[in-house]
């Protein structure tokens, strides 16, 4: 039997409104008695502040890299926007966006099908994860290369939630989930939980091992990256909220604002960097410049994919989805099939991506580095970007 613990530590301090989020026994998220002061009224623009949540609990990692670098170049075009962390619960990110607690979520496609299988009417937007960017990290010396030897194992995750994550990516390399443990060992600590002896292996992804590196966690990894076809992470809105013109409209600004983010970094990642430092500088100091790149580099080929093949940045791969949603409608992970094309869309890329490239290309290369950032020798962290891999 698979097993999951699912403890959680209850939400405490000030009355705010994600306590009023609750979960019925489906699955799906409703209001509380006490309600929002707000909800439902008219506003004087399509959204008033649009707010974007994390999956993750945190905002001051270097993933969300393109909107910081896009705020500070003017990317957004005066926009009304913000970021918010989110609980750590991992299926935050699309409850919220499901009752209008926030207007744009970013998911795993494990975690949006949840959304889907619980009748959460949320459509996505933009493909950011290209790549599978997820990996399982083991203690060094402890890596496997044929994940069929994770059987009888136990996999250490943040949330509970995250096995939606690690099951289709071990179904697809032909393992047989139910011969797997998982224990939900906490955000943050389920890498350091992983180091102290506990567990197998550890849920990862593409940048947190560069971050985890800087923490004093160094793996190895079997890297999604280089041995998966599956997708990653995505933007999901309501589906909704596509019928409104005028949210269309906004929402086409918006996701241009993320895509030049996506080009600049591209064309100078130094800076990129620097954009999320000065954000939040504790982060910076405990990270440094180098890892700081390295983890900027790692989930910039993720974000970037096979450019060549993809219609610009955010394009859904319809295959790949399908793919992905056969593999867990065969695992019974959802209950009915999935068609792609009815909860994924391509109609806002062309807009997202229609912004002059050269222009960016200019500014990222005018971009004033720091001393510390311009010692780095991008290329040669390059090189050692997949050196954790298991041999």
Same mark, same amino acid.
């Given at each position: 039997?698979?097993?999951?613990?699912?403890?959680?530590?209850?939400?405490?301090?000030?009355?705010?409104?994600?306590?009023?989020?609750?979960?019925?026994?489906?699955?799906?998220?409703?209001?509380?008695?006490?309600?929002?002061?707000?909800?439902?009224?008219?506003?004087?623009?399509?959204?008033?502040?649009?707010?974007?949540?994390?999956?993750?609990?945190?905002?001051?990692?270097?993933?969300?890299?393109?909107?910081?670098?896009?705020?500070?170049?003017?990317?957004?075009?005066?926009?009304?926007?913000?970021?918010?962390?989110?609980?750590?619960?991992?299926?935050?990110?699309?409850?919220?966006?499901?009752?209008?607690?926030?207007?744009?979520?970013?998911?795993?496609?494990?975690?949006?099908?949840?959304?889907?299988?619980?009748?959460?009417?949320?459509?996505?937007?933009?493909?950011?994860?290209?790549?599978?960017?997820?990996?399982?990290?083991?203690?060094?010396?402890?890596?496997?290369?044929?994940?069929?030897?994770?059987?009888?194992?136990?996999?250490?995750?943040?949330?509970?939630?995250?096995?939606?994550?690690?099951?289709?990516?071990?179904?697809?390399?032909?393992?047989?989930?139910?011969?797997?443990?998982?224990?939900?060992?906490?955000?943050?600590?389920? *890498?350091? %939980?992983?180091?102290?002896? /506990? +567990?197998?292996?550890?849920? =990862?992804?593409?940048?947190? !091992?560069?971050? &985890?590196?800087?923490?004093?966690?160094?793996?190895?990894?079997?890297?999604?990256?280089?041995?998966?076809?599956?997708?990653?992470?995505?933007?999901?809105?309501?589906?909704?909220?596509?019928?409104?013109?005028?949210?269309?409209?906004?929402?086409?600004?918006?996701?241009?604002?993320?895509?030049?983010?996506?080009?600049?970094?591209?064309?100078?990642?130094?800076?990129?960097?620097?954009?999320?430092?000065?954000?939040?500088?504790?982060?910076?100091?405990?990270?440094?410049?180098?890892? *700081?790149? %390295?983890?900027?580099?790692? /989930? +910039?080929?993720?974000?970037? =994919?096979?450019?060549?093949? !993809?219609?610009? &940045?955010?394009?859904?791969?319809?295959?790949?989805?399908?793919?992905?949603?056969?593999?867990?409608?065969?695992?019974?992970?959802?209950?009915?099939?999935?068609?792609?094309?009815?909860?994924?869309?391509?109609?806002?890329?062309?807009?997202?991506?229609?912004?002059?490239?050269?222009?960016?290309?200019?500014?990222?290369?005018?971009?004033?580095?720091?001393?510390?950032?311009?010692?780095?020798?991008?290329?040669?962290?390059?090189?050692?970007?997949?050196?954790?891999?298991?041999?």
């Amino acid at each position: 039997m698979t097993k999951t613990t699912i403890s959680k530590t209850p939400l405490t301090g000030a009355v705010n409104r994600r306590r009023f989020l609750q979960v019925s026994g489906t699955g799906l998220v409703t209001m509380g008695a006490m309600g929002l002061p707000g909800m439902g009224s008219a506003q004087a623009d399509p959204y008033g502040t649009f707010t974007w949540i994390s999956p993750r609990g945190t905002l001051e990692v270097l993933d969300d890299y393109p909107y910081w670098i896009g705020k500070k170049m003017g990317y957004f075009d005066g926009l009304d926007t913000k970021m918010e962390p989110g609980p750590s619960d991992g299926t935050a990110t699309v409850k919220f966006v499901a009752v209008g607690q926030a207007d744009m979520g970013f998911p795993s496609p494990g975690v949006f099908s949840f959304a889907i299988e619980n009748g959460m009417n949320l459509k996505s937007v933009f493909h950011m994860g290209a790549l599978d960017t997820f990996s399982l990290a083991f203690r060094k010396g402890e890596g496997l290369k044929d994940l069929k030897d994770i059987e009888g194992k136990t996999i250490l995750l943040g949330s509970a939630a995250w096995q939606a994550i690690v099951d289709p990516m071990l179904a697809a390399q032909g393992v047989d989930v139910s011969k797997v443990n998982y224990v939900e060992a906490g955000w943050p600590t389920w *890498g350091t %939980a992983l180091a102290s002896g /506990q +567990g197998d292996a550890a849920l =990862g992804w593409e940048g947190l !091992r560069a971050e &985890w590196i800087a923490t004093g966690l160094d793996f190895e990894y079997w890297l999604g990256v280089q041995n998966s076809k599956l997708p990653a992470n995505t933007f999901v809105v309501r589906a909704s909220d596509l019928e409104d013109p005028d949210r269309v409209d906004f929402l086409k600004k918006y996701l241009r604002g993320w895509a030049m983010g996506l080009e600049f970094a591209y064309q100078n990642p130094r800076a990129a960097v620097e954009a999320v430092f000065e954000e939040f500088p504790t982060f910076a100091k405990n990270t440094g410049a180098e890892l *700081g790149v %390295a983890s900027i580099l790692q /989930q +910039g080929n993720v974000f970037r =994919g096979n450019m060549e093949a !993809r219609e610009g &940045w955010g394009w859904h791969d319809m295959e790949s989805w399908q793919t992905f949603f056969d593999l867990i409608a065969e695992m019974g992970q959802i209950s009915k099939p999935v068609d792609a094309e009815a909860v994924l869309t391509n109609e806002l890329i062309g807009p997202a991506n229609d912004f002059d490239h050269a222009k960016v290309k200019a500014d990222a290369d005018a971009y004033e580095l720091s001393e510390e950032m311009k010692a780095i020798d991008i290329e040669s962290v390059r090189a050692t970007m997949f050196d954790a891999a298991v041999k």
